[in-house]
């Protein structure tokens, strides 16, 4: 998950305005406190960030509001907008996350497609705010610097077209799936299906603010043409509504959220202007709770002070899931466990041979590392050849949302191949390579071999974690990345990495897939054996990995070459 804390101001009252506190995002739940040095005492407040909802502000660029349910909400801003903008990641992978693992169910009673319909939009949100951030950033490495020089770096830009590809794909395919799944909603109130044509693209024709399809229209939904019911901003999805009928699941609100996925573009922002939050009554506001996946009106949402003696941790129920009570194994289960086990036995001596490791020509667990001095060293060729390897598992996986990581590691494993070819010196390990450098002052220099090693080596400790996580019995594919991340490349990346990484995380294959992908494919996963046999061997394969990386990492620590530039 995408942890985060630091400052933020948070709108307290008329009299004290915005004051700074501290807040951090951990594990789904958003504590606050007066400042950091309180932490130690407990938050203030916190809150579950999966039942909650977060509203960009159209005006202020710092500012966002998070809804905490009950028509309850609290105001904060960064410290600028890209301040935000991480913060508004964070939050959603933690909503993203919070939802996987307990979102059904804290909603067991409500409507399973809203709850989609409720995730896909704040992703949808995201995603939007990521290519926007992504284009500017394009542009800005298009753009030559103040000496005019031309400061185009081919490798980079590639890298960030190749993201911001992915960036587009994902967002395509999530609007998609949000279509879809507004089709089946809308279906099952009575509207009508999609046309044959639309069906199979996956998109519809978007209906205008004004041009609802008739009888989609409710009579009290805004008009385009009256000012005063405008749509207060793209960002937060609030709708000013003359309607005092609070209905949850209605057939009008699930078209007029339609309307409002599809206008983010074309929704005036002339009425959005911000009073600061305190107590401020906004009556008759028709408004998205993506939190309760449901649309409603609340008649009279009451915004109250998050410091006030009312606030409270709005940390909701979670439901036990019950457990079956039909365990027990019936004689022919038990007679067909027996026969599948003989099968296995015979089966075992094919197992070796189904498997990615023992069909890889270099893997880690064959390195043998040179002794030098008192250390052990990385053979360079055996330890790229590795890692190219590695790579294949990659292709097997066969998203695209993966490209930027090979492109990335295939272009460090390149770097360091071309550093030896064109150095007369013989470098037979890793660290040679980096010493080298080290004597002539290089290491810092642009496309320096020493800076490829230590990116190399960072990706693969990525890599050796979330195979750890795995290991450790890990099923859930998505925590052992995000595990991962969080304690390897996360305090490297800038927001926009780090939201490209919470799309190529979407893209991961579930874990029988992933399985799957390391084995051949007649190979029988049920079979016990053959699962004793990949996990051994996939044991086997991370702790060399981590070994290795470890002293690598040592040696960057003892030189001091570790450095934290944001990426
Ligand atoms: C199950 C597969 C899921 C994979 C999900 C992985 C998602 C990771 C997404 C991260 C995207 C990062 C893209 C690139 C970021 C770069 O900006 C960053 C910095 O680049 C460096 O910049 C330097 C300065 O200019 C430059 O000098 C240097 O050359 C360049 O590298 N790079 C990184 O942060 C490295 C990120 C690598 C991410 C590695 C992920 C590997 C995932 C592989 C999973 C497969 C595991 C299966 C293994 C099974 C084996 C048995």
Not at 135 to 156: A, H, R, Y
Not at 196 to 210: A, L, Y
Request: with cysteine; net charge neutral.
């Amino acid at each position: 998950m995408l942890d985060k804390s630091g400052i933020l101001e948070k709108w307290t009252n008329y009299w004290l305005g915005w004051q700074p506190r501290f807040f951090s995002l951990e594990n789904g739940i958003l504590s606050y406190y007066q400042n950091e040095d309180e932490v130690v005492n407990g938050a203030k407040s916190a809150i579950r960030i999966s039942g909650a909802d977060v509203q960009l502000d159209a005006v202020d660029p710092r500012r966002f509001d998070i809804s905490i349910g009950n028509g309850q909400r609290f105001s904060v801003r960064a410290q600028n907008e890209q301040e935000r903008q991480s913060w508004i990641i964070a939050l959603a992978a933690n909503k993203q996350k919070s939802n996987e693992i307990g979102g059904l169910k804290t909603t067991i009673n409500r409507s399973d497609k809203n709850e989609k319909i409720a995730r896909k939009s704040t992703e949808l949100k995201l995603f939007c705010d990521l290519l926007k951030q992504q284009t500017f950033e394009l542009k800005d490495s298009l753009l030559s610097d103040d000496s005019g020089e031309d400061k185009i770096d081919p490798q980079m830009l590639s890298k960030k077209t190749e993201m911001l590809s992915v960036t587009c794909e994902t967002f395509l395919k999530t609007l998609n799936e949000t279509m879809k799944l507004f089709d089946v909603a809308k279906n099952s109130v009575g509207g009508p299906p999609m046309s044959p044509k639309s069906e199979r693209t996956g998109f519809r024709r978007t209906p205008s603010t004004t041009s609802l399809p008739t009888g989609l229209q409710s009579p009290n939904l805004p008009k385009k043409t009256d000012k005063t019911h405008r749509r207060t901003n793209s960002s937060n999805v609030t709708f000013r509504d003359r309607s005092d009928s609070p209905s949850c699941y209605d057939t009008r609100s699930l078209h007029s959220f339609h309307g409002a996925i599809c206008e983010l573009d074309t929704i005036d922002s002339e009425t959005s202007k911000h009073k600061p939050l305190g107590r401020r009554k906004t009556p008759d506001t028709l408004s998205l709770d993506l939190s309760k996946s449901n649309i409603h009106f609340s008649e009279d949402s009451i915004t109250p002070e998050f410091e006030s003696p009312n606030e409270h941790f709005n940390v909701p129920e979670v439901d036990e899931s019950k457990e079956s009570i039909n365990d027990v194994p019936t004689q022919v289960e038990i007679k067909a466990k027996a026969t599948s086990e003989i099968k296995e036995e015979t089966q075992e001596s094919e197992i070796v041979e189904k498997m990615f490791f023992n069909e890889i020509e270099h893997s880690f667990a064959n390195i043998k590392m040179i002794q030098r001095k008192d250390e052990l060293e990385l053979p360079v060729n055996q330890f790229l050849s590795a890692a190219a390897d590695l790579l294949l598992i990659i292709d097997k996986l066969g998203s695209k949302a993966f490209a930027p990581v090979k492109m990335d590691i295939n272009g460090n494993i390149t770097k360091i191949r071309k550093k030896c070819e064109s150095d007369a010196n013989k470098f037979e390990t890793l660290e040679d390579i980096v010493r080298s450098e080290l004597s002539t002052g290089t290491t810092k220099v642009s496309n320096s071999a020493t800076d490829a090693i230590m990116w190399l080596k960072r990706a693969l400790s990525f890599v050796a974690n979330f195979l750890a996580n795995i290991v450790n019995g890990e099923k859930n594919l998505t925590a052992a990345l995000q595990k991962a991340y969080s304690v390897t490349l996360s305090n490297h990346h800038s927001w926009v990495v780090k939201g490209v990484f919470a799309l190529a995380v979407k893209a991961a294959p579930d874990y029988n897939d992933f399985i799957r992908a390391l084995s051949s494919d007649s190979a029988n996963l049920e079979c016990t054996k053959f699962q004793k046999t990949l996990h051994a061997a996939l044991d086997k394969y991370t702790s060399a990995l981590q070994n290795q990386l470890s002293s690598l990492h040592s040696f960057y620590l003892t030189n001091n070459l570790e450095f934290n530039k944001l990426m």
